[in-house]
Nanobody, 127 residues
Framework: QVQLVESGGGLVQAGGSLRLSCTAS????????MGWFRQAPGKEREFVAA????????NYVDSVKGRFTISRDNAKNTVYLQMNSLKPEDTAIYYC????????????????????WGQGTQVTVSS
């Protein structure tokens, strides 16, 4: 069983930065692409960013391009989301997730492509 645990959320003013971390249990973290999603109150869960198993490919939703950076450290079983220039519209619960397919070079942006999810971490950006 895989467990994903997010951390790093909090309250920040607009223009500030946060770094989210997601640490996975188990020995096979390094062969799976990982993604970050977010869900604001009253809205559907949406894709934010993803990184392939080898870090060769990354993908971002247009609204965070140039502000967010996804990265991973396979030795630590951890994926990160560096969030800069935060805006009030970035306020949401942020979830990390593991792609259901191993050794996938492409990155996926649909929730059905991911099989394990963390419990989420709250990010609140004040104006």
């Amino acid at each position: 069983q895989v467990q994903l645990v997010e951390s790093g959320g909090g309250l920040v003013q607009a223009g500030g930065s946060l770094r989210l971390s997601c640490t996975a249990s188990g020995r096979s973290f390094s062969i799976y692409s990982m993604g970050w999603f977010r869900q604001a109150p009253g809205k559907e869960r949406e894709f934010v960013a993803a990184i392939s198993w080898s870090s060769s490919n990354t993908n971002y939703v247009d609204s965070v391009k140039g502000r967010f950076t996804i990265s991973r450290d396979n030795a630590k079983n951890t994926v990160y989301l560096q969030m800069n220039s935060l805006k009030p519209e970035d306020t949401a619960i942020y979830y990390c997730a593991r792609d259901r397919r191993a050794f996938r070079t492409l990155t996926d942006k649909w929730t059905d492509d991911y099989d394990y999810w963390g419990q989420g971490t709250q990010v609140t950006v004040s104006s």
